[in-house]
């Protein structure tokens, strides 16, 4: 069982989601307390490490919105960002998303 633990730009990320999608992104997040590293079709290892986050070594799709996490020793799953990604790649997404 990993515990999950959310960084500052993650809460803020999730708390600015719509209502609507917000618990959705929640449970998705809870049912990586048992399978975090289980590869399935909406969790998968990163192909390339992310410039603006090169400690995101996982991705988490929810609909358009994807999940940025890294597991760590504890055994934790570390919660990095959760951005809405769109039409755009992952790394537009981030870039769009970092807050000046």
Do not use: H
Request: glycine share 4%.
């Amino acid at each position: 069982m990993y515990e999950i633990q959310w960084s500052d730009e993650a809460d803020i990320d999730v708390l600015s989601l719509s209502p609507f999608i917000r618990p959705r992104v929640v449970a998705a997040v809870e049912r990586l307390r048992r399978e975090a590293e289980v590869e399935t079709r909406n969790r998968k290892p990163l192909a390339r490490l992310l410039d603006q986050l090169p400690a995101a070594r996982w991705n988490l799709r929810v609909g358009d919105v994807r999940v940025l996490y890294a597991v760590i020793e504890g055994p934790a799953v570390q919660i990095l960002r959760v951005i809405l990604k769109g039409t755009n790649t992952t790394e537009e997404a981030l870039a769009r998303s970092v807050k000046p």
